[in-house]
Each structure stands twice: as C-alpha cells, then as structure tokens.
C-alpha cells in the first residue's frame, strides 16, 4: 500500500503563485510515476503534469499549464512538487495527487486539496 498526503493548497490572487507538495509513505518502488491531476465542480479530473523517478526525471504537462506549471520530485524524500506561476481563475480545482509503480496497474491517490484563484 501506498500513503499519499498532499499540502501547500489555498486561496491565492489571479496572477500568483503556489507550491504544491506531495509526500508518498509505504511500499514505494522505483521506477515510479507520479502525477498532479485536477477537477473542477462538473467537470472530469485530468492531468495537470506526471513525473517519473528516473535519472532527470521524464515530465509531461497538459497544453494548459505549459510554461506556468513546472513539476519536479525529490527521490530520496519520495516527494512531487507542483509550482505553479501565473494562476488563472480556471485552474481553480482540487488538485489531486497520483502514484503509480511504472509496468503496474495499481494506482494511488491522495485525498486532493483545494486551490482557489480569486481576486
């Protein structure tokens, strides 16, 4: 099993900045994959940005956050960041994190936590 917990969500002005982290606890295997995805109210979750956990760290992110979003991964810490620059109203969602050992079908989830754009 896999723990996943998630921090650094909240309330932040269009324009601005947050940080969000992701730490994962329990039977974690390399090589991983470990991912941001985000759903807001009537819509379906997506991907924001996956990382993996090899030399350098493979990334992919979705059209709508390139160039504002970066992701990245402490390896020793089993821990995914999300920074995110220039926020928009419509990157209001819960931003959910995601773990998956690469070749494996199961995957893990955090609980989410909210992130609100708002002047």
């Known amino acids: 099993q896999v723990q996943l917990v998630e921090s650094g969500g909240g309330l932040v002005q269009p324009g601005g900045s947050l940080t969000l982290s992701c730490a994962a606890s329990g039977s974690i295997f390399r090589p991983y994959a470990m991912g941001w995805y985000r759903q807001a109210p009537g819509k379906q979750r997506e991907l924001v940005a996956l990382i993996t956990s090899g030399s350098g760290g493979s990334t992919n992110y979705a059209d709508s956050v390139k160039g504002r979003f970066t992701i990245s991964r402490d390896n020793a810490k089993n821990t995914a960041y999300l920074q995110m620059n220039s926020l928009k109203p419509e990157d209001t969602a819960v931003y959910y994190c995601?773990?998956?050992?690469?070749?494996?079908?199961?995957?893990?989830w955090g609980q989410g936590t909210q992130v609100t754009v708002s002047s």
């Open positions: 995601k773990y998956n050992r690469l070749g494996y079908v199961n995957d893990y």
